[in-house]
């Protein structure tokens, strides 16, 4: 998996903690609160360094809602709620749960991670 991780945190989508920041209209120590909180979706890549994709911002600069739960169901790895989210499912007709939270459609994307073993 190593290989397709680094692939997904070079795309283009993938920020770094101050262009997330800026995006979010979070400051440094309001982003960290909020990624360990696991309101924010981030990769630690190294000390004091994480990516975040841009996605889970709305152009009103709310997050993706319904993450710390995706969290606790999914288990605590980031990398499991990336591709839970991205991941094309049935349930959503093939699509990403992803486009549903974006749209502030919460319970079938939650409904569908219930289904699936946590990843601890």
Do not use: N
């Given at each position: 998996?190593?290989?397709?991780?680094?692939?997904?945190?070079?795309?283009?989508?993938?920020?770094?903690?101050?262009?997330?920041?800026?995006l979010a209209g979070l400051g440094p120590a309001e982003l960290d609160r909020r990624r360990l909180a696991r309101e924010v979706l981030a990769f630690e890549v190294g000390p004091d360094c994480i990516r975040a994709p841009m996605w889970q911002v709305a152009a009103d600069r709310s997050l993706l809602p319904g993450l710390p739960r995706l969290f606790e169901l999914l288990g605590d790895d980031p990398w499991a709620v990336y591709?839970?989210?991205?991941?094309?499912?049935?349930?959503?007709?093939?699509?990403?749960?992803?486009?549903?939270?974006?749209?502030g459609i919460t319970a079938p994307v939650l409904a569908a991670a219930e289904g699936l073993e946590p990843n601890k």
């Open positions: 998996m190593a290989g397709l991780e680094a692939s997904i945190l070079r795309q283009s989508d993938m920020l770094s903690g101050d262009g997330f920041g800026q591709l839970f989210l991205t991941t094309p499912h049935p349930d959503f007709g093939w699509g990403a749960p992803l486009e549903s939270l974006r749209r």
